[in-house]
């Protein structure tokens, strides 16, 4: 854990004793500084936007109840997040999915998977690059900082993390569109720091081929 | 291609690309994170692929972030009043 993060942990930890005396001011400061990212995971999860509105509604009914349960094992967003996610499992529930995050993530990497399509590697028994690009990356002709194309691409790299499977879009969702180290991403979701890494590596390369696809 | 007894086998560029992940997450052990920068190194086509996959993280942090509904920050503030009337 850096300063920053420790600072924040401290702060954090402080809004939470001032919430247990009823300070609504400290339920806003939460609320604002935690529900979009809450709604960011909730929709990676559950199937429309108004269900996850309600699963993050719940969540913090959940938050107010436990306050008196949080013992500061793990960092108040770990905490408010597996509070989250077994509400959001739960409502899953009756959509008809159940399967722990865990078992999920091993039916996801079960399935084959290559980060590039095979046919664009030579073959193994090519005399001097077996396995070296026979087509490779075509450079991206608009550059997707230019300030017309990067509201375009923005939606291209949504689409794409919309059509992932569900584990792979709730990991990259944490990881890269909000910012979470792995550990943590590990924690709430209860998965190996391994199979994170792998849910991870597929959505970042599935992500990358939809914007090799539209951009060159 | 062929190698002197005492250097480590080339890693290719489809390994390269499964392996990307595992370098950027400094995962790779000591010896396959040498294959990988020494592949790096001479293979123009591989760092461009590379500069892509960092490029696409990057942005996946732009996305916006919606704020919080008027609507939804009253049904919250509605859920606070209440548990505090409950305590």
Do not use: K
Not at chain 1, 23 to 29: G, H, L, P
Not at chain 1, 59 to 83: A, H, K, N, P, Q
Not at chain 1, 198 to 214: C, D, F, I, Q, T
Not at chain 2, 42 to 68: F, I, M, N, S
């Amino acid at each position: 854990m850096n300063v920053t993060e420790q600072d924040s942990s401290v702060a954090e930890r402080r809004l939470l004793e001032r919430l247990r005396e009823g300070d609504e001011r400290a339920f806003s400061e939460l609320v604002a500084a935690h529900t979009p990212g809450l709604l960011r995971v909730a929709r990676s999860y559950v199937s429309t936007q108004s269900v996850a509105e309600e699963v993050v509604q719940d969540t913090w009914l959940g938050v107010l109840r436990g306050l008196d349960g949080f013992e500061g094992r793990s960092s108040v967003r770990t905490w408010i997040y597996r509070i989250l996610t077994n509400r959001a499992q739960t409502r899953g529930a009756g959509e008809s999915r159940t399967v722990p995050f865990a078992a999920l993530a091993a039916g996801e990497l079960s399935e084959g998977f290559t980060a590039v399509e095979p046919e664009r590697f030579l073959p193994a028994d090519h005399d001097r690059w077996p396995h070296h690009w026979a087509a490779p990356p075509r450079r991206w002709e608009t550059s997707p900082e230019g300030a017309l194309a990067h509201a375009e691409t923005l939606r291209l790299i949504q689409a794409a993390i919309d059509g992932l499977p569900t584990m792979q879009r709730m990991v990259i969702t944490m990881r890269d569109m909000e910012g979470w180290p792995s550990q943590e991403v590990c924690e709430v979701l209860g998965v190996s720091v391994a199979n994170q890494r792998v849910l991870l590596h597929r959505a970042r390369s599935v992500v990358r081929n939809a914007l090799e696809e539209h951009l060159t | 291609m062929t190698h002197p007894p005492h250097s480590r086998p080339e890693m290719p560029c489809a390994e390269f690309v499964e392996r990307v992940t595992d370098y950027l997450e400094d995962s790779l052990q000591v010896d396959d994170r040498a294959r990988l920068e020494e592949h790096l190194g001479e293979c123009t086509a591989c760092q461009l692929y590379l500069g892509q996959l960092r490029q696409t993280l990057t942005l996946a942090g732009q996305l916006v972030q919606d704020d919080v509904s008027p609507a939804m920050h009253d049904e919250l503030l509605t859920v606070f009043t209440r548990w505090r009337q409950e305590r």
